[in-house]
């Protein structure tokens, strides 16, 4: 079975772009998760779908929004990249929203 | 708010030496607590987690972790390094009952273990 899969793997964009990350969750998880992993740093919780419903969001500008599909994956926006949003960004899915999560490899963004 | 410390950014250690990670979190209540693995280039694995019950926890490739409540420790040992192990491993914390915190985690910063053959 295929885990959580992550798109695109890795991406360099400029100041001020756009981007949208995109992950799969596993087959029948039906909650998706986003954390953003800076270098040398843990990963910080970013937001949680359940049911295309969003059910947390961590500290985090208004840059950033996600959105989960029927299907269940999820997009996640940045808006006006900044130097600082230069990370490896991962997704997690469950099963529902207080299930074990797995995790994808990530997307790692290199804004220059 | 929840908050995890890993005190040791890197650990050196000896193939065939033993391994402890330290932890230490900061949470009200009983917190839910877990370690994660995570090797270059890849996403994070669960290696264990304690929920409640019995406060010595055993997880995947033979590693275990001690809750200890006096402490709010919640440190990882594993008794023999392989050369695989090296890695980086993160301390989480999950606060709350589980259904009012999703399953939200509070990372530690991480300690990067290297295993000197």
């Known amino acids: 079975d295929a885990g959580v899969t992550q798109s695109p793997t890795h991406l360099i964009k400029t100041r001020g772009q756009h981007v949208t990350l995109r992950c799969s969750p596993i087959?029948?998880?039906?909650?998706v998760s986003w954390y953003q992993q800076v270098l040398g740093q843990g990963p910080q919780f970013i937001f949680q779908?359940?049911?295309?419903?969003?059910?947390g969001r961590g500290n985090f500008p208004d840059r950033f929004s996600a959105r989960q599909f029927p299907n269940y994956s999820s997009e996640l926006n940045v808006n006006a990249l900044l130097l600082g949003d230069s990370a490896l960004y991962l997704c997690?899915?469950?099963?529902?929203?207080?299930?074990?999560?797995?995790f994808g490899s990530g997307t790692q963004l290199s804004v220059l | 708010a929840q908050s995890v410390t890993q005190p040791d950014i890197h650990i050196t250690v000896s193939e065939g030496a033993s391994l402890e990670l330290r932890c230490n979190y900061s949470?009200?209540?009983?917190?839910?607590l877990f370690w994660y693995v995570q090797s270059p280039g890849q996403g994070l694995q669960l290696l264990l987690k304690?929920?409640?019950?019995?406060?010595l926890v055993q997880g995947i490739k033979g590693f275990e972790a001690e809750f200890k409540r006096s402490q709010s420790s919640f440190n990882l040992r594993k008794p023999s390094v392989h050369w695989s192990d090296a890695a980086e491993y993160f301390c989480a914390v999950q606060g709350g009952t589980i259904k009012a915190a999703g399953n939200k985690l509070t990372f530690g910063g991480g300690t990067r273990v290297l295993v000197k053959p």
């Open positions: 997690a899915s469950s099963l529902d929203q207080n299930e074990k999560l797995f």
């Open positions: 779908y359940y049911e295309k419903e969003e059910r």
């Open positions: 087959s029948g998880h039906k909650s």
């Open positions: 949470y009200g209540a009983t917190p839910y």
């Open positions: 304690y929920f409640s019950g019995d406060t």
